[in-house]
Nanobody
Framework: VQLVESGGGLVQTGGFLRLSCVAS????????MGWFRQAPGKEREFVAA????????TYADSVKGRFTISRDNTKNTVYLQMNSLKPEDTAVYYC???????????????????WGQGTQVTVSS
């Protein structure tokens, strides 16, 4: 399974970005997907997760109300719409997938077994 993120970049405070993650290889749509981020000198932290159907989502408190996770299973793609960006959102953002058939949404990174290479998001003040 390969995950490829895109959509990162440099944006001013208050701006927006939409990240995409395309899955390929031995995976269908029945994977819980998540977004994580890691800022320099900090541990990787959970951002959001979505069920395989897209009907259930969960967010970190720090992004709730500003970020939206969604998916298009016909395109094997998960999105992260990020609005009202703040300098503290600056990080490398990673897409991750749980194993096939697992339905529980979790925020623990070690429970995700597939990872993308990451995309840099920089928010200037």
């Amino acid at each position: 399974v390969q995950l490829v993120e895109s959509g990162g970049g440099l944006v001013q405070t208050g701006g927006f970005l939409r990240l995409s993650c395309v899955a390929s290889g031995r995976t269908g749509s029945r994977n819980v997907m998540g977004w994580f981020r890691q800022a320099p000198g900090k541990e990787r932290e959970f951002v959001a997760a979505i069920s395989w159907s897209g009907s259930t989502t969960t967010y970190a408190d720090s992004v709730k109300g500003r970020f939206t996770i969604s998916r298009d299973n016909t395109k094997n793609t998960v999105y992260l719409q990020m609005n009202s960006l703040k300098p503290e959102d600056t990080a490398v953002y990673y897409c991750a997938a749980r194993g096939q058939g697992i339905t529980v949404l979790v925020s623990t990174s070690r429970l995700y077994i597939y990872w993308g290479q990451g995309t840099q998001v920089t928010v200037s003040s």
